[in-house]
């Protein structure tokens, strides 16, 4: 596997290989791979010819009081387990090599409505950060297709609406949540959870598991559902951001009128802040 941290050297590299006939399938990370990471890259191995990994801690994604600089970076094991999978290539670039020397005078895309909502409106700005970050991406590598876990939903319909409003020419692919043995979706985050909160972590994925039990049960009262969901998760000691059913296309709340539902979640527990969705489609 090749790992290129200078951007031009990359794009010498994949002219040769579009030119040869292959595709060309994008793994976009911030690093610090798990199980889940893998899946997406084992994915894009067996559908596509050249398979490229990207490893970029992206620092406008994160706010002022957030955990860029904390952030767990491990790129000579991230090399290896991406070397166990058939990885191609591993792109590494330097902040400086994406945003040049002066990041607050940086072009950013901004993607109205969806990203002012849930995560968007509790971290702002973020989504921007991921939008200029995933479209320099797509400008850079021009892949085929392009590859992101599910476990953030919001970010998956995000990038989606990028492509087709962008006019990029790439297929988006979205990779179920990959868990541990509880439940629990795997996420770089997760190692700054203690022992204990370890063992009440894979509550969260429960109480969604519960949530859509009750709906495919019947249930269409959603405020209410929500509202319980919300007091279930603050007795197992979260901190809740939000728990909210929505339209999975559009994630305005979901109505009784609507068969495609997204259970969105995300709380604070210590350290850390876990997200985690399940989806469902019920009879109108």
Not at 61 to 69: A, N, P, T, V
């Amino acid at each position: 596997m090749l790992t290129i941290t200078e951007t031009e050297k990359l794009r010498e590299l994949l002219i040769r290989q579009r030119a040869s006939g292959s595709t060309i399938g994008l793994i976009p990370t911030m690093g610090h791979l798990h199980a889940g990471h893998l899946k997406l890259v084992s994915a894009a191995v067996k559908q596509c010819d050249f398979a490229v990994s990207t490893i970029f801690v992206n620092p406008l994604q994160f706010g002022s009081d957030e955990d860029l600089e904390t952030y767990p970076r491990s790129l000579s094991t991230d090399q290896e387990k991406l070397r166990t999978v058939g990885c191609n290539l591993l792109f590494a670039p330097t902040v400086e090599a994406i945003y040049g020397t002066d990041l607050g005078s940086t072009t950013t895309i901004h993607i109205p409505e969806l990203s002012e909502i849930y995560c968007g409106r509790r971290r702002p700005g973020h989504f921007d950060g991921v939008a200029t970050i995933v479209c320099k991406l797509f400008n850079i590598v021009q892949p085929h297709k392009a590859y992101f876990g599910l476990k953030d939903y919001q970010q998956f319909l995000l990038i989606q609406r990028l492509a087709t409003d962008l006019a990029f020419n790439i297929e988006i692919e979205g990779i179920e949540i990959e868990r541990d043995e509880a439940g629990l979706a795997l996420s770089s985050r997760n190692a700054y959870l203690s022992h204990r909160e370890i063992a009440i972590a894979p509550r969260l994925y429960r109480c969604l598991c519960d949530t859509a039990s009750k709906i495919v049960r019947g249930e269409r009262d959603y405020r209410k559902l929500e509202k319980a969901a919300i007091k279930e998760l603050s007795a197992a000691g979260f901190d809740p951001d939000y728990l909210a059913i929505c339209n999975a296309h559009e994630l305005t709340p979901a109505s009784e009128l609507d068969s495609s539902i997204v259970i969105l979640a995300a709380a604070h527990l210590g350290a850390c802040r876990l997200i985690d969705n399940v989806r469902l489609q019920v009879k109108c």
